[in-house]
């Protein structure tokens, strides 16, 4: 069985707004199309923590006066 989410129900407004870019190319890169409000896209599972383990990826590599 596989499970499917929201990205608005992983990720804060503020998230989404911040990093759609690279939100919009991650899905297109899976193969998946975004809706046009990015955050009712509809994920399974595995894409959700792949997409959130770049997203913390990114945010470790960010300078902290940022």
């Given at each position: 069985m596989q499970?499917?989410?929201?990205l608005d129900e992983l990720l804060t407004p503020a998230l989404l707004q911040q990093h759609q870019r690279h939100?919009?190319?991650f899905l297109?890169?899976?193969g998946i199309a975004?809706?046009?409000?990015?955050?009712?896209?509809?994920?399974?599972?595995?894409?959700a923590k792949?997409?959130?383990?770049e997203l913390?990826?990114?945010l470790d590599q960010t300078p902290e006066d940022q």
């Open positions: 499970v499917f989410v929201h939100i919009v190319d297109e890169m899976e975004p809706e046009a409000e990015v955050g009712r896209t509809k994920v399974s599972e595995r894409a792949e997409l959130l383990a913390a990826h990114d």
